[in-house]
């Protein structure tokens, strides 16, 4: 690896290179553009180690940046993982662009330079407003018509090992995110469906440069080297990892946006790319099942938001086969019926100190109490009962009711209850056996606002770093079939998230937007990659934001800490010895853990004038930027 000091500037330089190239090529003009900061070392290993049972990150982490400030702006705004995406959004928007408009071309500079997390051979989940009605668009992938509830079962009967069942093509399900962009462009699009691929065409064509997130995702895997396509790209004559800062060009992925952008997202799903897609699938020594089939009759869907009220605020998220809209709305439900139960957890009381500084927050400890606690709860829900409602009935308005959540809250003391157990929700009737599988997805987040008021958040997924490690006309495929539970029954009840021909595999993104329930109006926009962490990462930021009134930067930069129902996990490096001695001693199992988020949050506020402004921010754990005008 080179001297990180000399990687760092020949990334940046390159970077500005990339950036100065792509508003070029937009044809756009002023405007700053805001370049990261070196990615800071990681964090010391820490005594604290999380149990072996729990899933590891579904990325390395690549380092923290501290000092990064909250971004303003007063008409527009566009955050993304990468600050080339970030920039093309934000393009878009100065063209006149609806915030889906941004997210497309976001969605598709993304596919080029985080490859490991994203890409148009994904899915994703969209929450969208249009200044007036709260839409969800379902892009999430489908499992073949091929595919059994045995899928990741060996002969023996046991379930495979995670890497087993994902590199190759088992693991790939029919992409769905142009299929969700595509449907939410004809509603909401402004401008021309051809002209959001060019920023991602011209980087592909001319190059961007390795950033040392990419390098770091790169050179610590160890399957990669046995994909022909992805080593070819990724390494260098000697089979080592491309340095950061190197420029890295696709051809072949410009040629398959220009494809897309002249003839719509049908290109992907039949003709000469569907079929290399199914091809690459069913080759290999771990082939799959997914035909023309399969990817000719795949159907994005606009589904119902899961909105429920929190305090002054509604808020609005995304329903199954995604478990996020539902866990978020039964932590804030459940924290609001605790502190009403026991004044002693009232959030607004137990904030950060000094929370508008640029310093790294550390949360009180009974918050990170109350928090983790009432994240047990809704992880416990969510492994039994979430799963896709067009196959399974899904109890979300019994999940979400505040009599049931009250009920919930009661279980909450001054100690840990270590591991929650499943409620039963009011109309509950079906029984299933808890999905005990762990789950670990690789994903990104989009937020934007656009001019006339609308708003998106999109998580979008090519599921486990580098997804199902195949390579396709220059964009990696998903393994996202691992999500659904490899063990299809237990004790003779099923598993709500077991494998189906034509099913949805559960979800933990959580795509969220908040609004004043007295005015209607927009407050905010946000979202988290994370794997099954990402329900974590979203309400952390939420009661930063709400309860705590903190900078949007200070909220997303905040130590992460919750519980996926285990051990409490506290972020390693940004906790202290005294937060973690005062959850042990509330009964806490303690795991001190890479918790590396990407949370993006675009919050309206009151500017010095008075007027209204909007105020964004990006994870310091990734290398993203808010970019607005």
């Known amino acids: 690896m080179a001297h990180p000091d000399l990687t760092s500037m020949a990334w940046r330089g390159a970077l500005a290179l990339a950036l100065t190239a792509l508003l070029g090529a937009c044809g756009t003009q002023g405007g700053g553009t805001a370049t990261p900061a070196a990615p800071a070392a990681p964090a010391a290993p820490s005594a604290t180690t999380p149990p072996a049972t729990m899933p590891p990150a579904p990325e390395v982490a690549s380092g923290y940046r501290p000092g990064m400030s909250t971004v303003y702006a ?4 566009a955050a993304a993982a990468n600050p080339l995406a970030s920039e093309a959004g934000r393009t878009i928007l100065r063209q006149g662009g609806s915030a889906i408009d941004a997210a497309i071309a976001m969605q598709a500079v993304l596919t080029l330079v985080e490859p490991q997390a994203t ?5 994703a989940f969209i929450m969208y407003w249009d200044g007036k009605n709260v839409q969800a668009f379902d892009g999430r992938e489908t499992a073949p018509a091929g595919a059994t509830e045995n899928l990741f079962l060996r002969p023996d009967g046991k379930p495979m090992e995670f890497s087993e069942a994902q590199i190759g093509g088992r693991s790939v399900g029919t992409p769905g995110v142009m299929r969700a962009l595509e449907m939410a462009h004809r509603k909401h699009g402004r401008l021309p469906w051809a002209k959001l691929f060019q920023p991602a065409i011209d980087l592909a064509e001319k190059g961007f440069p390795i950033s040392e997130r990419l390098y770091t995702q790169v050179a610590a895997d160890k399957f990669l080297a046995n994909s022909p396509e992805m080593a070819a790209y990724f390494l260098d004559a000697q089979g080592k990892p491309k340095p950061a800062g190197t420029v890295l060009k696709n051809p072949k992925l410009a040629q398959t ?24 699938v069913n080759g290999g020594s771990n082939a799959g099942s997914l035909s023309l089939a399969d990817l000719g009759s795949y159907r994005a869907k606009q589904r119902v938001p899961v909105c429920t009220d929190y305090r002054r605020w509604k808020i609005c998220g995304m329903p199954p086969p995604s478990s996020g809209g539902i866990a978020i709305a039964q932590i804030l439900g459940t924290l609001q019926a605790l502190e009403t139960k026991n004044p002693k957890y009232a959030l607004a009381a137990l904030k950060p100190q000094g929370v508008n500084t640029p310093a790294v927050m550390e949360a009180n400890p009974d918050a990170v109490h ?91 997924t090519i599921e486990s770093y580098f997804g199902s490690h195949l390579m396709v006309r220059g964009f990696m495929l998903n393994n996202q079939l691992t999500d659904f539970s490899f063990v299809p029954s237990e004790n003779g009840k099923p598993v709500a998230n077991r494998v189906e021909p034509g099913k949805r595999p559960r979800s933990s993104m959580a795509p969220t937007l908040v609004f004043d329930r007295e005015s209607g109006q927009l407050v905010a926009t946000v979202g988290s990659p994370g794997g099954s962490q990402i329900i974590e990462y979203v309400s952390k930021t939420l009661v930063g934001m ?84």
């Open 119 to 123: 890409g148009i051979g994904g899915g």
């Open 257 to 280: 946006l220009r494809d897309v952008a002249r003839r719509g997202a049908g290109v992907l799903y039949s003709g000469p790319i569907a079929h290399d897609i199914v091809a690459k």
């Open 370 to 460: 109350a928090i983790s606690e009432a994240d047990r709860l809704a992880y416990a829900d969510r492994g039994l009962y979430v799963a896709d409602a067009d196959f399974v009935p899904v109890n979300v308005a019994g999940m979400v009711s505040p009599s049931y959540l009250a009920t919930r809250a009661e279980l909450i003391g001054d100690k840990s209850m270590g591991k929650a157990q499943p409620g039963v929700p009011p109309g509950t009737a079906m029984a299933y056996a808890p999905d005990r599988s762990p789950p670990r997805v690789s994903t990104s987040q989009i937020v934007a606002v656009d001019d006339r008021g609308g708003a998106i958040s999109m998580t979008t």
């Open 74 to 77: 007063q008409r527009h705004m």
């Open 546 to 629: 709400l309860d705590w009134n903190m900078d949007v930067q200070a909220a997303i930069g905040m130590g992460n800490f919750g519980s996926r129902n285990g051990p409490t996990e506290v972020e390693k490096g940004l906790v202290s010895p005294a937060l973690v001695q005062a959850l042990q001693q509330r009964g806490h199992q303690v795991a001190e853990i890479e918790m590396t988020s990407g949370t993006q949050a675009i919050m309206r506020k009151q500017g010095p004038d008075g007027k209204a402004v909007w105020a964004g921010g990006a994870d310091p754990r990734r290398e993203g930027v808010a970019l607005g005008d």
